[in-house]
């Protein structure tokens, strides 16, 4: 009988494919399991489950586990199992039952879930990202250890100040103890243009006819990729046209390393260069005293000869009027040798003891007044 024994108990080890087999129980009925009580086992391993039941002296009615003989045992979930087998005498059907258990090691480790910075995000210059991320342990672990996923705080904005690829580290524990140490990296870009600065011609500015004016600008672009052209339709300083009259912009076009562009403009004007009525008129708003119905001679330069046709319009208006000028009838002459014009502009008797302003508008566009009292 003990032969038959040994000899099913070998064979038994032989068909679960363990080196030896733990036996325990109580009374007339002794369980065999496939593994010694206590056994350990790493995460994913591949063991069959197999049990016997036995007895000299009693009749064995049934022996059943809590999981089926040749089964795989959990060794996906770490932490300790327990199987129990139970076996029934017959005719009294008394129940003897064992437990034994094994524990899974948790070797697989954690890792980390990025959702900002994600591998290879791109971001511009300057914007506003928050870290945001989390650990996990994989399925079947024991979970993660409190306060063991380490890294830049979340909320915390990321470095987005500077160009260039960063490299953004977390690490996580286990409570097994499993470390990961997981990096994404992304990638800051510039993408905003070079700041120009135009202080040459200043915007709305007014030049006289034939001035020196040198072109005065810069551009940079301030902790980006660095300026990499900064031209302007007049170069650096170089003379502004001032050779003619009449209205210029001024343009100022830049680009950066990352290939940004940015343009800038500024608008000026070139006039005659007039400092004024001459005597016997007076500065504006000052009125001069004349005698109604003689022409009354208005002197100025413009620095030169510029032509006969320097005067676009002429006229008469009452002091303080707001409606246009009346025309004036008047005749332009130039004296060569004193570089000055003269505007003969005629006036009424019927002006006397009158005020009236002459407006003068040049070919430039600007406007000149004088304003004269008118007596007898």
Sequence with gaps: MRR???????????????????????????????????????????????????????????????????SKLDTFHAGTHTITVTATDWPDFNETSVSQSYTVMDITKPHVVFRAPTADAIYDQGAFVTADYSCEDDDGGLGMLED???????????????????????????????????????TVVDRTPPAITITSPAAGATYTLGQSVTADFGCEDRDGSGVSTCKGSTGWGASLDTSSLGSRTFTVTATDRAGNTAKAQSAYSIVYDFSGFASPASAYPAATSVKAGENVPLKFTLHGDQGADVVAAAGWMPCGASDGPTTAQGTLAYNTSNDRYTYSAATSKSWAGSCRDFVLTLRD????????????
């Design 4 to 70: 038959g024994l040994v000899l099913i108990l070998l064979a038994l080890a032989a068909i679960v494919a363990v080196p030896a087999a733990a036996s325990a129980g109580t009374g007339d009925i002794q369980i065999a399991f496939s593994f010694n009580d206590g056994w350990f086992y790493p995460q994913g391993a591949d063991v069959d489950f197999g049990f016997f039941c036995f007895s000299e002296t009693v009749t064995i009615y049934s022996c059943e586990a809590t999981q089926p003989r040749g």
């Design 365 to 376: 566009g600007t406007t000149h007044r004088a304003r004269f009292t008118f007596t007898k």
């Design 148 to 186: 063991a996923c380490v890294g830049l705080p979340i909320g915390m904005p990321l470095d987005t100040s500077h160009t260039g690829t960063f490299s953004f580290w977390v690490d996580a524990f286990d409570r097994a103890l499993n470390h990961d140490a997981e990096v994404v990296h992304y």
